[in-house]
C-alpha cells in the first residue's frame, strides 16, 4: 500500500525545535514535489514549505520563513522539515502531501486540489 508516513511531532516549550519527517512507503518520492501543511484546531489549513523533485527550489511561508528549512533524501525516500524558534502559533497538525504540481509561486493554488498522496499527520504543540 503506498502511502505517506509522518513523524517527529510532540510538544516543545517556546523556542525550542523539533524535526518532522515524512516517509514514502511504497512508492518512490523521485518524481514528486513534497509540501507540508499545517491545520490549527478552528483555522484552515495552511501551507507551510515545499521543496521540489529534485530539492532545487524551495518555498516557505512567510510566517515560518528564517525558522524553518525543508530538505529531502530521495534515496531514503524522506522529506524533513527542521523547525526552529517554534512558537505557540505553530502550534497544529502538520501533514505532508506528495504531488507533481509544478514549485512556482502559483504551487499554493493547486497543490492540495492535485495532491497524489497525504500524510495522516503529527501533531505538534509549542507551550510552557
Known amino acids: 500500500q503506498s502511502r505517506l508516513v509522518e513523524s517527529g511531532g510532540g510538544l516543545v516549550q517556546p523556542g525550542g525545535s523539533l524535526r518532522l519527517s515524512c516517509e514514502a512507503s511504497?512508492?518512490?518520492?523521485?518524481?514528486?514535489?513534497v509540501a507540508w501543511f499545517r491545520q490549527a484546531p478552528g483555522r484552515a489549513r495552511e501551507g507551510v514549505s515545499y521543496?521540489?523533485?529534485?530539492?532545487?527550489?524551495?518555498n516557505y511561508a512567510d510566517s515560518v520563513k528564517g525558522r524553518f528549512t525543508i530538505s529531502r533524501d530521495n534515496a531514503k525516500r524522506t522529506v524533513w522539515l527542521q523547525m526552529n524558534n517554534l512558537q505557540p502559533d505553530d502550534t497544529a497538525v502538520y501533514y505532508c502531501?506528495?504531488?507533481?504540481?509544478?514549485?512556482?509561486?502559483?504551487?499554493?493554488?493547486?497543490?492540495?486540489?492535485?495532491?497524489?498522496?497525504w500524510g495522516q499527520g503529527t501533531q505538534v504543540t509549542v507551550s510552557s
Open positions: 502531501d506528495a504531488d507533481t504540481v509544478f514549485p512556482d509561486p502559483g504551487y499554493w493554488d493547486s497543490a492540495e486540489q492535485y495532491s497524489n498522496y
Open positions: 511504497g512508492f518512490s518520492l523521485d518524481i514528486y514535489t
Open positions: 521543496i521540489s523533485n529534485t530539492g532545487q527550489t524551495t
